[in-house]
RNA sequence: GCCGUUGUAGCUCAGGGGUAGAGCACUUCCUUGGUAAGGAAGAGGUCAAGGGUUCAAAUCCCUUCAAUGGCUCCA
């Protein structure tokens, strides 16, 4: 019998039969080795752990741990979720059931029977149930007519419309027990692996996507090899929602809505509004280094505005529909562009004057699905943090760069590190449709962008026909704390809205020439960003911007005149601050202190009072011990200077 | 927009065809206490809205509205 070279991660090499599998690699290394792993990488594909073989290859053993070990077992729990549902429910139709970035999911056609929280339960003990017998996952290759054959007897039609896709003798059968599926695979070697089961929720989801199809049921699930990661990942879950900006503004008094007032139209409180505020300020002075001047634009404008733009057609559905004055139709902005094209155009422009930056906090409208609405992350009235670069082509890329380090200054501030830049490019075969027709524009500016984005050493994917219909941009990806995923900021190329507009300035030639644009928006929309950012501090605010600033704590009321002569004195210098004078013990207003997240508390006895100082207790129970007033502020600002740099 | 779930006090929630419940928050009083909950009393609700069934509806049914988990969408 031949042999083969098995090389493994480390850079061993092994030399076996040729035929030999996986597993008994893993045996040949350590039994314990063998007990945990449940898939193999055999030269980068993952594979079951009893595939033969045949070739010289590089292996590597994946274990729980591995994230493709944990997709794979996802995968395996899916048809064990099927296993399941079709034990229970015979007649049941499937749709596709892959493993997620947590757990799986599976598509299900119930034939109008509803699933309720009962039922979860029911299919989960019977998951239990046949996880325990250790069934194995048997792979099959079966060709096309075979593969049609099985499921046409079974009368699934959703696994045939998969089949007639694939190509004959590419096509694979899973079974375990006695459910056959039609996977390609890889699983896990039994059903035993799996200890720990939780479906998480049932919902609606169109087949393959399409809202035009029937919908499906589709439920979500997780499992574990072990019960303590179950239970682990469940109390992950519910810190996750002690997060979510939902319940901290509620709680922090930051924002609410009101039925009366509209879904997806917040309203801001004092405490919300004070946050804007400082956010504003700091953006404002930021801007106003940059080079940007500041506009300001109405909230309504004329139908032709927006024809002219090339908005209305693309966009009607997402605006608020139009009010009719004097036979004229006016919409709700949806965006300040064309706006800001208007005021460009307002006065003449002369290639000395260039680039311009027009900045303005525009209060936009967008009507938003019902569905899509998420507390401040997906609203219908909005504040952008919106500007628009006008520029020659040989400005472009400095101010593309400018814009970028602008973003990189931004995350710094506020402590961002999770975000993916996306670069969106379009799509050649929609040109013309949508996509403004100009291939050599798009060409040459995806290059100018992707160039700026190397130089700048900025991580980042490029995704296919994700760009504007005016240009490329690029959107930064962040996550809510239960995980879904909004775009923060925004970086937009634009070639298109300058010859709409007929937006020109003159050029050293004495020509006229039409400017490049740039959309840039890098602290997104105060709703989104301070939705963020509620998740992103879990409620507390650096100093800078937090609401209140300090709370004075008098021991008791004895020491209630100086306080208060404290709180002069703080306010006089711009500090934030309030007293508790409640005839509360001082640990209880501590502990109010920190459940409303108050970054510093200033505790008053007779001491304090005694030679004018204050004790300073940092959120969290940080002693900084006593100070006098003046010590305190020179720390508050110190503090605040050191948050902005 | 579509599928599912939910809607009871400011908040978190229990209850459930026959006079509406708890904890926290709030108000008042007692207490004047040094780093995460001192004590007592009180006030607070058209049980989301509208319609139906019933002697009787917060409870059962229908519709609407809103929230919520997804799907579709997201300039």
């Known amino acids: 019998m031949s042999e083969i070279k098995i090389t493994l991660p480390d850079g061993t090499i092994k030399t076996v039969p040729k035929g030999t599998d996986a597993y008994s690699i893993a045996k040949s290394i350590s039994e314990g080795l063998a007990r945990v792993i449940i898939a193999a990488k055999v030269n980068g594909k993952v594979v079951e752990l009893n595939r033969p073989i045949t070739e010289d290859s590089t292996l590597s053993l994946l274990k729980w741990e591995d994230k493709e070990g944990k997709s794979t077992f996802w995968h395996s729990s899916a048809h064990l979720f099927a296993e399941a549902l079709e034990s229970l429910y015979p007649g049941v139709k499937f749709g596709i059931g892959p493993s997620i970035d947590n757990g799986f999911y599976y598509d299900v056609d119930l034939d109008g029977k509803k699933l309720s929280v009962e039922d979860l339960n029911t299919i989960e003990k019977k998951m239990q149930e046949l996880a325990k017998k250790e069934n194995q ?9 075979e593969a049609l054959e099985y499921f046409t007897q079974k009368g699934d039609p959703y696994k045939l419309e998969l089949i007639n896709e694939l190509t004959d003798g590419d096509i694979t059968f899973y079974s375990q027990g006695d459910f056959t599926d039609l996977c390609k695979g890889p699983h896990i070697p039994h059903t035993g692996f799996i200890k720990a089961i939780k479906l998480l929720n049932i919902a609606g989801a169109y087949w393959r996507g399409d809202e035009k199809n029937k919908q499906l049921t589709r439920v979500y699930g997780i499992t574990f090899p072990k019960k303590s990661e179950l239970d682990e990942y469940l109390l992950m879950l519910e810190e996750a929602k002690k997060r979510d900006h939902r319940v901290l503004g509620k709680d922090l008094e930051i924002f609410a809505f009101d039925d009366d007032v509209g879904p997806g139209l917040p309203l801001w409180l004092p405490k919300g509004a004070a946050i804007i505020e400082k956010l504003e300020e700091f953006a404002k002075k ?5 080079g940007y001047m500041r506009v300001k634009s109405p909230h309504i404008a004329k139908e032709s505005m927006y024809l002219k733009s090339g908005h209305l057609p693309y966009y009607k559905d997402s605006m608020f529909p139009p009010m009719e004055l004097d036979g004229i139709n006016y919409y709700l902005k949806a965006m300040n562009c064309p706006h800001h094209h208007k005021i460009f155009a307002a006065t003449p422009k002369s290639y000395r ?14 009507y938003e699905q019902t569905g899509e609405l998420f507390g401040l992350m997906r609203v219908r009235s909005l504040q952008m ?11 472009f890329e400095q101010e593309f760069k400018a814009v970028n380090d602008l973003y990189v200054k931004y995350f710094k501030v506020f402590g961002i590190d999770k975000y993916v830049m996306r670069f969106s490019k379009h799509d050649p075969k929609k040109l013309g449709q949508k996509y403004i027709d100009a291939p050599e524009m798009w060409k040459e500016t995806e290059d100018m962008v992707r160039k700026v984005l190397q130089s700048a050493n900025i991580p980042y994917i490029e995704v296919e026909d994700e760009a504007a219909f005016y240009g490329p941009k690029i959107d930064i990806q962040i996550w809510s704390a ?3 995923e909004f775009t923060l900021a925004t970086n937009q190329v634009d070639f298109a809205q300058a010859e709409r507009f007929d937006l020109y300035f003159i050029n050293e030639k004495s020509e006229k020439e039409r400017p490049l644009i740039l959309h840039r928006a890098p602290l997104s929309t105060h709703e989104r960003f301070i939705g963020f950012l509620l998740e992103h501090y879990a409620g507390k605010f650096p100093l800078w911007m937090s609401p209140e600033q300090v709370i004075l704590l008098p021991i008791s009321e004895k020491y209630q005149e100086y306080s208060e002569k404290v709180l002069n004195i703080l306010k006089k210098h711009d500090i934030r601050a309030l007293i508790d004078d409640r005839s509360e013990k001082t640990g209880k207003k501590i502990r109010d202190a920190e459940l409303k997240k108050l970054p510093l ?15 300073v207790r940092k959120q969290g129970g940080e002693d900084l011990g006593a100070m006098t007033v003046e010590a305190f502020i020179n720390y508050v600002n110190a503090e605040i200077a050191q948050q902005l740099n």
Do not use: W
């Not at 996952?137 to 007519?145: D, G, I, L, P, T």
């Not at 260039?354 to 409208?365: F, N, Q």
């Open 137 to 145: 996952f048997n792979r099959k290759e079966v060709s096309k007519a």
């Open 286 to 290: 930021t801007e106003k280094e940059a």
């Open 353 to 366: 004057d260039l680039p311009v930056r027009y900045a303005e906090y525009g209060t936009c409208y967008r």
């Open 385 to 395: 943090n919106d500007a628009h670069i006008y520029c020659t082509k040989a400005q």
């Open 482 to 484: 239960i995980g879904r």
């Open 601 to 615: 508390m200033l505790i008053i006895g007779e001491k304090e009072q005694g030679d004018n100082t204050v004790t």
